[in-house]
């Protein structure tokens, strides 16, 4: 997806430079380095889920592995702790959270809220000093606020995966011992 991403998206990204180099206005909004820039803290906003809004000791263990990093994008501890791969509660939010995320900015952009993108930042800095790497502070209000949307998107999905962790945590009751009368 990477390789068909920048067949895509990439020229559009060195257009804005290019454009912003030679002092016009860059013309568009959809890049490679927006997408990447503004996809949202995704694996940040999962790992605060799971230190700080579950119950069950299993997923609180792994939001404590996950939490460092999760800052600079990483999430294998995640998506092996949960486990996320194949896991149908969390397939709607971790498919939604970067579509969520890009319509926000792409609509803060539209509105004149958001600067176009010119420059590409790696997306292992952590937001939202990234979004203020590549959009000034306006940009680093948006992770933030992108922040608190994928909280809020992946909290009832979490609260399910919690339940079924917490019942798996739970001892199993001892079977009933027959009289030694019978």
Do not use: C
């Amino acid at each position: 997806t990477r390789s068909l991403m920048t067949a895509l998206f990439g020229p559009q990204g060195f257009a804005n430079m290019e454009a912003v180099a030679t002092g016009q206005v860059p013309q568009f909004i959809l890049s490679e380095w927006f997408i990447e820039t503004f996809k949202g803290p995704r694996a940040m906003a999962l790992a605060f889920v799971l230190l700080m809004l579950v119950r069950s000791q299993h997923l609180k263990s792994i939001g404590k592995v996950a939490g460092v990093p999760s800052l600079f994008t990483i999430t294998e501890p995640m998506k092996f702790g949960i486990p996320m791969v194949l896991n149908p509660w969390l397939l709607i939010p971790m498919s939604l959270a970067p579509v969520v995320s890009i319509l926000m900015a792409y609509f803060a952009t539209t509105v004149g809220f958001l600067p176009i993108i010119s420059v590409n930042v790696s997306r292992f800095i952590p937001a939202p000093i990234q979004g203020f790497l590549a959009a000034g502070w306006q940009g680093g209000l948006m992770q933030i606020l992108q922040f608190v949307v994928i909280v809020l998107l992946y909290l009832p999905f979490v609260r399910q995966v919690d339940k079924h962790s917490l019942s798996l945590e739970q001892p199993a009751p001892e079977p009933q011992k027959a009289d030694a009368q019978q």
